[in-house]
């Protein structure tokens, strides 16, 4: 089984729609992270979190919210997807602020949605 | 500003053939950066982690090396195979903070 698993893998959805895409790990790390993907412009960070009470916005949080469940849970929400959100969306955990740690990003297999 | 540029965009070689992929970085205060190879339609994986003191780490056929005083990083890839197909993303991380830097990436494809 995969460290960092997301939900759905594939996601059409029409503008307007809420859209949920969720996002578990199980490598016991604190800190996690939403990317999104298009081509040409590498990963950008939307939301990120340190643990269950600790949230912040990235650099293109504008349209997106997060939740944070559990330490192993966080969740990214399009309120009203519109079409410029059609992208690859990644999850990722991270070791910083364990020992030994070499801030080494775990990545999960990516969401890819597609607003119509 | 802090920013990763990675070079070339897309580089296409032949089976067997080495090649070479450039990364510059301005992260400042530099911790280590990483090369990630991501495979069409899957997560980036880490291939290795360069640090401010490290020259020169292998991993197979792939080989990074580091020079702080340039900000350079250059990841080589020696006897390339299909499966190397993929991008390989360059990221640096900030010292003492969440930050990472991500470059936008190689597209390298190797034909048989």
């Given at each position: 089984?995969?460290?960092?698993?997301?939900?759905?893998?594939?996601?059409i959805t029409k503008t307007g729609k809420r859209i949920m895409l969720e996002c578990s790990q199980t490598k016991?790390?604190?800190?996690?992270?939403?990317?999104?993907?298009?081509?040409?412009?590498?990963?950008?960070?939307?939301?990120?979190?340190?643990?269950?009470?600790?949230?912040?916005?990235?650099?293109?949080?504008?349209?997106?919210?997060?939740?944070?469940?559990a330490q192993a849970k966080f969740s990214l929400s399009l309120e009203s997807a519109i079409p410029n959100q059609?992208?690859?969306?990644?999850?990722?955990?991270?070791?910083?602020?364990?020992?030994?740690?070499?801030?080494?990003?775990?990545?999960?297999?990516?969401?890819?949605?597609?607003?119509? | 500003?802090?920013?990763?540029?990675?070079?070339?965009?897309?580089?296409?070689?032949?089976?067997?053939?080495?090649?070479?992929?450039?990364?510059?970085?301005?992260?400042?205060?530099?911790?280590?950066?990483?090369?990630?190879?991501?495979?069409?339609?899957?997560?980036?994986?880490?291939?290795?982690?360069?640090?401010?003191?490290?020259?020169?780490?292998?991993?197979?056929?792939?080989?990074?090396?580091?020079?702080?005083?340039?900000?350079?990083?250059?990841?080589?890839?020696?006897?390339?195979?299909?499966?190397?197909?993929?991008?390989?993303?360059?990221?640096?991380?900030?010292?003492?903070?969440?930050?990472?830097?991500?470059?936008?990436?190689?597209?390298?494809?190797?034909?048989?």
């Amino acid at each position: 089984d995969a460290d960092v698993t997301q939900t759905p893998r594939n996601r059409i959805t029409k503008t307007g729609k809420r859209i949920m895409l969720e996002c578990s790990q199980t490598k016991g790390h604190d800190r996690m992270y939403w990317y999104r993907q298009d081509p040409g412009l590498g990963l950008r960070l939307i939301y990120y979190s340190f643990d269950v009470k600790d949230i912040n916005k990235g650099e293109i949080s504008d349209g997106y919210s997060v939740s944070r469940q559990a330490q192993a849970k966080f969740s990214l929400s399009l309120e009203s997807a519109i079409p410029n959100q059609t992208a690859l969306y990644f999850c990722a955990t991270s070791d910083l602020g364990r020992g030994h740690d070499t801030g080494e990003l775990f990545f999960g297999e990516g969401s890819r949605l597609t607003v119509l | 500003k802090n920013q990763v540029e990675q070079s070339p965009q897309s580089l296409i070689i032949l089976e067997g053939k080495n090649c070479t992929l450039q990364c510059n970085y301005t992260v400042s205060p530099f911790s280590n950066l990483r090369w990630y190879k991501q495979d069409t339609g899957r997560g980036p994986v880490s291939l290795t982690i360069m640090t401010f003191s490290e020259n020169t780490k292998s991993n197979g056929r792939y080989t990074a090396t580091l020079d702080a005083d340039t900000k350079q990083s250059s990841l080589h890839i020696t006897a390339s195979q299909l499966s190397d197909s993929a991008s390989y993303i360059c990221v640096a991380l900030r010292e003492g903070t969440y930050k990472y830097i991500f470059g936008t990436g190689t597209r390298l494809k190797v034909l048989a």
